[in-house]
Structure formats: structure tokens, C-alpha cells
């Protein structure tokens, strides 16, 4: 009775979590804060970090996304919900993120998406600091979909 109990309250859970997303209100408003919110949920291990992937919105075919979806949640799970294994599985877990600023002290690049050349896309770079004390530069194309940044 008490496992019924518990995943219907997962379920409850992740339906909530689904049905809001990343609504206005909460969606980062420039390319910088989508890339540094992403990293956050990860540490966090929240599972709104996926919002933040128009991957799982656009691009292929409904199946193919609906696919892609199902794959990552398996990946999530076999992890125990540890969203750092899941993305960095080659590394200790993720610790911080920082916004590395480009060359003219901005937070990022205008720059086009060649996957979706009609959105508003941004270059963004971040410093990431791992549980060891490793550190990795990534750069990241952010766009916008549905007047909502998201990374691409």
C-alpha cells in the first residue's frame, strides 16, 4: 500500500512538473540565464533541466522526440535521479557553474542556429567546476522557441 501511496505521489509529482514547465514567468529571459540555469537544476538534480532543451520540443519528427524522451528518462532512472551522471558520465559530480564573458565583456554572441535558422540564437560559454576540482569550458548555442531561451 505504502509503494501505491508513494508512486502516485510521483506521478502526481511529475505530471505537475510537466504541465507548468518552464512557463513565462519562470523561463530565463536572456541566452546566459538559460545556459546557467540548465547547469543549476543538474546540481540541483532537478528535473527541470529538460525544459531547458528544445531538443525535446522541436527538431526530427514527434516519434523521433518522443523517442529521445523516453531514452533520457531511462538514462535518469538507471542514474538514481543523479542528473550529473547522466549528462557527465565521465566525470565526479558537477559542483558550480560560471558565465565566462566573451572578448567584449558581454554574457554572449548573437549567432545563428543552422538546425533552426528562423530562431533568435545566442553563443554562451560556461565555466563548469566539478566535485574533483576539474574545470571544462563548454559552449553552448541557446535559442528562442516560442519566445521561451532554451538550449539547442
Known amino acids: 500500500m505504502k509503494q501505491k501511496i508513494a508512486l502516485s505521489t510521483f506521478i502526481l509529482s511529475f505530471s505537475i512538473l510537466i504541465f507548468t514547465g518552464c512557463s513565462s514567468s519562470s523561463s530565463p529571459s536572456t541566452p546566459d540565464k538559460c545556459v546557467v540555469q540548465y547547469y543549476e537544476y543538474i546540481i540541483k538534480n532537478d528535473l527541470r533541466f529538460k525544459d531547458l532543451m528544445a531538443v525535446r520540443f522541436v527538431g526530427g519528427t514527434e516519434k ?89
Do not use: C, Q
Open 64 to 152: 523521433e522526440r518522443e523517442k529521445m524522451n523516453a531514452e533520457y528518462d531511462e538514462r535518469i532512472k538507471e542514474k538514481n535521479g543523479n542528473l550529473s551522471a547522466v549528462v557527465f558520465p565521465f566525470y565526479e559530480p558537477l559542483k558550480s557553474v560560471e558565465l565566462v564573458l566573451n572578448d567584449k565583456g558581454g554574457a554572449y554572441y548573437k549567432t545563428e542556429s543552422r538546425l533552426l535558422p528562423e530562431a533568435e540564437a545566442a553563443e554562451v560559454t560556461v565555466k563548469l567546476t566539478f566535485a574533483d576540482g576539474e574545470t571544462k569550458e563548454k559552449e553552448h548555442i541557446a535559442v528562442k522557441v516560442d519566445g521561451k531561451w532554451m538550449l539547442y
